[in-house]
Structure formats: C-alpha cells, structure tokens
C-alpha cells in the first residue's frame, strides 16, 4: 500500500507558501499503514496536473491533492480532476446550502465566485468541509482513492480526519500487512556527530530479519538532533516491541540529551514538570524578546504555572522592573554572568514563583562588543536553592538565535527538574 | 529553462521535517529565470532516488539535490549520485581539510565517520562549505547542471548563494529570453472573496499579449489574504513596468489593507513606522502570552522603539504590573473593553513610551464563558490622544489565535500610525 501526494499552486513551487500540508499528510498516511512514496509539488498548469495525475495513479493506491479549490479564477485543481475522469459536474445542493450559510453566519452577501464551489464532478462522492467552503472530492476507481483536498491547513486537515481517512481505513482494512511505526527522541545542546559516538555501536539497534527492519536516523537542525527510530514489522505489536528496545539501548547512551520522545516541544516537557510538582515560573528576557514566554504559552493550561514574564530591553528595565542593580550593569555590562543572575532571581522575587529564569545577551545582526561577539548569550536560572548562569556562544543569525537561546533557557530549566526530583 | 528541486530524506517525506529548502530554492531559482517545473520529495532509498534523477534530467535543465549528505549511515545521497553518473570516488584533500578544522575549531575530536565526507564523486566539482562539514557537489554535463546539498537550511542556502547561483548566472547568462517577476501584496483582516469583491472586474489587471502575461492570485490563511502579481516578459524592466501598473490598479481598489507589498511580515512595516518617526511602543500582553513582543523583537534594531514588554497572565498581574484598577476587573472581567483600554494606557504610562498596546482574550483550548466564547479578544490601543479598545472573534486553535491576535493588533498600530501622520 502506497500513497502520494500532491500539493496544487504556483505560490507553493515559488516559495511563498511552505509546504506544511505535505508534512502533515506523510506522517498521518504512515500511521494508517499507507506511507508516501514521494510527494510532489507543481505549479497550476493543466498539463502538468494531469501528467502528474497520470504518473500517480500508476504508481500509488492513494493519490492525494491539496490546493487549487479556492473561489478565484485561478483555482483550476477541480475542472483539471473533472478533465482527467472524464466527469460532467453537477450542482450539488447540500455543498451551496453549507456555503450560504457560511456567509450568511459571517452576515455577508455571498460573491458569485463563491457559487463554482458547489459544482462538483459527478465522478466524486463530497467530503464535508465544515471548516471553510470548499468541500473535500474522493473518487474510488478501479481499486484506487483519489481525493482532492483545498489547500488551506486546518481546512484540509479537518476533511482529511472527517473525511478520508475514515474511508482509508475501512476501505484497507485487511489490506494492510505491513505496519510501520516510528519514535523520535529529541535532543538538545549535543552535536550530531559527538552524539553518534557517545551511542556508538549501532549494531543492536539498526537490523533486518525475516519480516522486520529497525532502523535510525539522525536529524540536524540548530543544535538539536533527533534520532528517529523506525520498525517495519507484521503487526503492531511487534513493531512498538521492536521500537521500545530500539529506545531502551539509545537512552542508556544518551538519555540524559533526551528531552522528548513524543514529538512534543521542549516547552510542553517543562511544563508537564512543573504542573506535576505545582512549581511556578516567570521569565525576564532580553534578546529572546518574548520567545521564551511565548513558547511557554503555546501548551494550553500553561496559565497554571506560568505567572509573569517581563522583556526589558533597556538597562533602565533591568533596574526598574527586575531590580538588577546599577552597578552590577556598570561593572559588568549588561551581557555577563552577574546580571543574568540578577535578572532570574529579581524575577522570581517580584512576581513570588518558585522558578526564575533569565537571558541577556547578543541577537544580532549588530551590537557585539570586544569579547562579546554575535550569539553570545548568558543564560540565568534561579530557585529557592540556587542561583546560576551559564554561556554560550550561537550562531550570527537573529532568528535562529532567538529560537535556540530560548529553548536552552529551557532546556537549563529540565536538567535542574530532573536533579531536583 | 527549467529547474526541479528533488529533496530526499525519509524524514521530510513522513513529515518529520517541513520542507522548507524548497520552497526557498523554488523562489530563488524563479528570481534567477530558471524556474521550478516541480519540486519532488523522496526517500531515502536508492532505486527511488535514482528514477527521480531519470525522470527530471529528461525535463529539466537544472536539477537541484538537497538531503542525504550527513556523516551517518543512513545518508546515501551522494554514493548515488556517484551511481547515477557512474562516477569513482577520490578523497578531496581540500574537504578533509576543512572538516578537520572545525572540528579542532570546536575543540573536539573528529569522528572517524566525517572522513567520508570528504569523498567525492570524480564528476563532481566541489562547492565550499563554510557552514559544516558537507560540501556541495556540482554536475555539468551533457548541457545539463545538477547540484547536490546538504538538507539543513543554512548549509543549503549558503552553498546556493556562493556556489550554485554564481554558477548558472554565467553559464546561462544569455539563455535566458524571458524573464518573470513577481510581487506580492499582503492584506489582513479581510477575508478572501470580499477581498475578490472589492477589487471588482480583475479584465485590467489580469492579461495576456505578445510576449508578456499577467496573473493575478489570491492566496489566503488564517485571517490573512496575499495577492501575487506575477508578469512574464521578455526584459526585466517590461516585467516590472506590468506589475507597478497592476499594483496601482490593486492599491487604488484595496489599499488599506494592504501592510506589505516586499515579503516583510506586519511587525516591519510598524518597525519601519516607529523609527521613521522616532517614536516608542511598549506592549502588555494576556492571552498572546509574549508573541506580540517576540514579533516586535525579530526585527533587527527593534530595540530602538521597542521598549517593555509584559505578560500579564493574571488578575494579580495586571494590577500590580500595568496598574489595571481592581474595581475594573471586578466590574467587567478581565477580557473586556476596559481592562484592555487600561492595560493599553497602563504600560505606555510606565514605560514612558509614546504608545502602548494590550491583547486580553481567550486563546483556547478552554476557559470560554457566557458570552466569551474561545477565540474572543480585546485589542486595546494607546497613544497620547487617544486611547480605546476592539473586539473580534477568530478561531478555536490556540495557536492559531496567538498568531492572528498578535498580527491584528501590529495592524491596528499600523492604522492608526496611518491616520496619525
């Protein structure tokens, strides 16, 4: 059983949008027992749709295609598949009532444009789209699935989980012999390749037999790694069996790095932490700007533990709102051990938590200072124990530096966690 | 000229990665006039890799590789490459060389399994580096180029920059007759056909002649429509001439929504606003929970105008950080048009700047209440001749609540710096 994917429009070819539906969809399609052989993006051209279609429906069982569905003149994914079944359209009267009343909700007139949505190629069988206008086309032919989905994410996850994939399941039941299940455990703070030799031999891990295969990767992005095991095996069973060995052996090498191994970020772990200890925090930041307090409130229920979070930029809002002092910043400049220290338990003071952390120093693209060169960070932690800061020299890019100083920050706040349990 | 962008790695086709490489390189290489035909992902498996190679050295006129050259074991890009034009390896002193030296720059020992990288198919020339350890690989042959890189986004982009581009801008420099251009117009708060709607009959923008054609596209997510101009003519300057003369036409229909026309995201176009006028911001936020600061703080040299920043999660934060009087809080709840207008005055009034901005609201997944649905929020805004508040409702997602609040309330800065100048 294989799968491919398809994503419709010239602004995903050109960059202007990134392609997060085809990520979405090859994860949830692996899980069903139906992997992506390949996925494929071409522009809103006619012929290169129906070549694509054409190389597809020979090569996979299921064909999807998302993009293309949109009211405005140059959404040609519905006429294209129309084309390619040799289908007449029909009226269909239930997707027009749904897109009146979506308007009608919103208390607008609905355009003229919005009217093409409802006219569906009598080939398909309609996916509802409660989410937006367009409705989801599944076409079940000659033993294959071809479903068309808009482009827009949450529109076409939500037919995909309403829709299409109950259908795939019931449709493929016994269909599927081989199942394949993955773990990734992420790390951060270790190299990719200092990371391979501390695990080392892989012999006991990366094998073949008869009707399995276990299998690791090591996945690099601003210092992080993930190890992405995968197991091919006959049931279920036996590939979560083959996998939770596979982990057991990578967490006694490196276990310590080993922040997540649900896909969760590193924000969803500190706060699953605190909240199970009852332990609060509060966050004063400087060249994070924000990051840190707002990977923290990404987690839904954060509001238990999270209290405040501060950005204070200036020197003036060190003193002011964290109470750092002005001769600390005097005689050790704003980015230094000492006043990331002043920061996190200033913070912890003022808004009464239990956890304070803190970062200072330098995001670029400018502002670096004789031995304190771009992505130079002090990072500060603070409890009723103990108060420290740690550095770290990043890389010279803003954003990517942001991003990584806020998730050591956090990445600091587990490891303390874990020595306090 | 045509370019297909292959990436390979399992873990961009089972989603674990979003591919992001091509839609960066599909921009670029359009720029350039060599644009994407399609963009392919596949995995790591070599009979896949090689039909992709088969397949696309037929259609197009660059190839361009990306994944599959890390220093483990389950990276196979370049030995099939070597495959592919069937090629011999020779160990690149060069390579090696410049492996070995970050590693000692790092003050680690070098891995025994980074040697490999520094074996080269003899087809191939070699493109530098800087970045890590894998150099880029360049192929031209039979008229054909074809270019392999490493998968992580700065590796690629920098190797594309000082290798790739350089390159097929000499080699092509004439080939090229026709050029394309694009513009993208990004307009917020309005929604995809009201939008269509208010710029009308679309015959002056929308057209096509004797060596030129311009298309109009609308591409909408979440509370956000951008409308892409894009123009093939045979020159440069004709291409750039259509699309200011369809701008115009859009401007003159649909202007004030529109807050950025050069890919600059809403927190720039206030950033450039503030500075030009010399003027400060600081922010109080609730539900956003720091997003709108981090946004602020992206921008290189925001710590100019940007001055606090404060998350407030609680009744007792508010108070006792942004001065909001518990008496209001009582009378109206904390998501209401008045504690946002306070919250807006309160942190202008303590950071001393010239404008203060407030987020009150319901991110979700819960904490809904009568007549407070998930996804309501008070956007309060305060200057020193005015201050107030708006309500709107957007999602049930969490995140994607975050992600639109924060904008709309950039948006509403942006209107009224509009209004104020």
């Known amino acids: 059983m294989k799968s491919i994917i398809i994503s419709i429009g010239d602004e995903v070819l050109i960059g202007q949008v990134v392609n997060t ?8 399609l692996l899980d069903l027992g139906i992997p992506a052989l390949r996925t494929v993006t071409i522009p809103d051209d006619e012929n290169e749709i129906l070549k694509e279609f ?4 020979k090569d996979a069982d299921v064909i999807v295609v998302t993009g293309g569905l949109g009211p405005t003149h140059d959404d040609i994914t519905v006429r294209t598949v129309a084309k390619f079944f040799k289908s007449k359209f029909v009226l269909n009267q239930k997707v027009l009532k749904h897109v009146r009343s979506i308007f009608a909700r919103r208390n607008i007139p609905m355009p003229a444009a919005n009217i093409g949505q409802a006219l569906v190629p009598d080939v398909a069988r309609v996916l509802e789209n409660k989410t937006g206008t367009a409705p989801g086309l599944l076409i079940d032919k000659e033993g294959k699935v071809f479903c068309v989905m808009p482009g827009v994410p949450y529109e076409m996850k939500y037919i995909s989980q309403t829709g299409l994939f109950p259908y795939l399941e019931k449709k493929y039941k016994k269909k599927i012999t081989r199942v394949i299940s993955q773990k990734t455990l992420h790390t951060i703070g270790i190299g ?8 080392g031999d892989i012999s006991k891990i990366v094998r073949k037999g008869r009707g399995f295969e276990v299998k690791l990767a090591f996945l690099p992005s601003n210092y992080e790694v993930r190890l992405r095991i995968t197991a091919t095996a006959k049931t279920r069973q036996t590939a979560k069996k083959l ?7 990578l967490r006694k090498k490196a276990g310590n790095y080993i922040y997540s191994s649900d896909e969760s970020p590193i924000e969803k772990t500190v706060g699953i932490m605190l909240k199970k200890r009852d332990l609060t925090i509060a966050v004063a930041e400087s060249c994070t700007g924000g990051l840190i307090a707002s990977k923290l409130t990404d987690i839904g229920g954060s509001a238990d533990y999270v209290m405040d979070a501060i950005v204070a930029y200036s020197n003036e809002a060190k003193r002011r709102l ?8 005097k005689a050790y400049g704003a980015v230094s051990k000492k006043v990331a220290e002043e920061m996190a338990s ?3 003071r003022r808004s009464k938590t239990d956890i304070g952390i803190s970062v200072t120093g330098i995001a670029g693209p400018t502002g670096a200072r004789p031995g304190k060169p771009i992505g130079y960070v002090w990072i500060g932690y603070s409890d009723s124990n103990v108060t420290f800061a740690q550095d770290f020299i990043f ?3 803003r954003l990517r530096n942001k991003d990584i100083m806020a998730k050591m920050a956090l990445e600091i706040v587990r490891q303390q ?4 349990n």
Chains 1, 2 share one sequence.
Do not use: F, Q
């Open 21 to 28: 539906n085809a990520a979405w969809l090859g994860k949830e």
């Open 54 to 57: 054409k190389r597809s429906i």
């Open 192 to 199: 990719e390749s200092v990371l391979a030799e501390k695990i």
């Open 243 to 249: 996998i939770a060995e596979a982990e057991k052996l």
């Open 322 to 329: 964290l109470g750092v002092k002005a001769k600390t910043l």
């Open 346 to 348: 200033g913070i912890r």
């Open 395 to 397: 890389t010279k890019d």
């Open 417 to 420: 966690l874990k020595i306090n």
